[in-house]
């Protein structure tokens, strides 16, 4: 199976500590061995935000919900779904240009399928992560 994905996000700082953000999202997926695709669209919203606890530390969370369409590549539509993601962490800046970060995320797809059975998809995990600038 090949998978090719677009996932495109614009955001809006609407206060230091608060964003809000729109999500594309383009999912298909190509069953090699098979004369079978699917594709999933659909246009999310979000919204995050961060607290400063110290100069160094800041908390932060980030809720995201996607409606999807799913279809064949000739466009006919065989279903619908939905998609959701939550994370919360912390942050350690190390330097002006560098932080660490630890987080916890997950993830969720439902899909309901015309003529298929229906699915879920749940993804959790720990994130770490470093964080670099340019500048």
Do not use: C
């Not at 240009?97 to 439902?110: D, P, Y």
């Amino acid at each position: 199976m090949l998978f090719r994905s677009l996932n495109l996000i614009v955001g809006y700082q609407i206060t230091p500590r608060v964003s809000i953000f729109t999500g594309l999202q383009n999912i298909k997926n190509d069953w090699k061995d098979e004369d079978y695709a699917v594709e999933y669209t659909g246009l999310g919203l979000g919204v995050n935000g961060n607290y400063a606890l110290t100069p160094q530390w800041t908390i932060y969370g980030s809720i995201g919900v996607i409606p999807l369409k799913i279809s064949q590549p000739s466009g006919t539509e065989i279903g619908d779904g939905r998609g959701a993601s939550l994370e919360f962490g912390g942050s350690y800046i190390l330097e002006t240009n560098m932080a660490l970060s630890l987080s916890i995320k997950s993830q969720s797809r439902e899909f309901d399928y015309d003529t298929a059975p229906d699915q879920t998809h749940d993804i959790s995990g720990l994130l770490f992560r470093y964080n670099y600038t340019f500048r």
